[in-house]
């Protein structure tokens, strides 16, 4: 059975870092993997993307400040989160997707709040 199991979301302070992890288990590859936001009251957005190739994407307001990386041997996906603001404040969940044609399957989501 398909499963993505997301880390390390928490309570932080502005200008501090946190690192989120996801591991996916039921796939026999990925082609992409990565990061959504959605803060109360707001839409959806993509935060950053990888391909299994290493492909990045960045959100112009992820851009600089975080990094999303990727072990393919452990079916993990990465995202190290520099300098947050109160803006990063959302629950983030790790998406995967076998291709481009194939329906994403979603993890369950973890808190960031980012206040002072």
């Known amino acids: 059975q398909v499963q993505l199991v997301e880390s390390g979301g928490g309570l932080v302070q502005p200008g501090e870092s946190l690192r989120l992890s996801c591991t996916a288990s039921?796939?026999?590859?990925?082609?992409?993997m990565g990061w959504y936001r959605q803060a109360p009251g707001k839409q959806r957005e993509v935060v950053a993307t990888?391909?299994?190739?290493?492909?990045?994407n960045y959100a112009d307001s992820a851009k600089g400040r975080f990094t999303i990386s990727r072990d393919n041997t452990k079916n993990t996906v990465y995202l190290q989160m520099n300098n947050l603001t109160p803006e990063d404040t959302a629950v983030y969940s790790c998406?995967?997707?076998?291709?481009?044609?194939?329906?994403?399957?979603w993890g369950q989501g973890t808190q960031v709040t980012v206040s002072s």
């Open positions: 998406y995967a997707r076998r291709s481009a044609l194939s329906s994403p399957y």
């Open positions: 039921g796939f026999s590859s990925i082609d992409v």
């Open positions: 990888i391909t299994v190739n290493e492909r990045i």
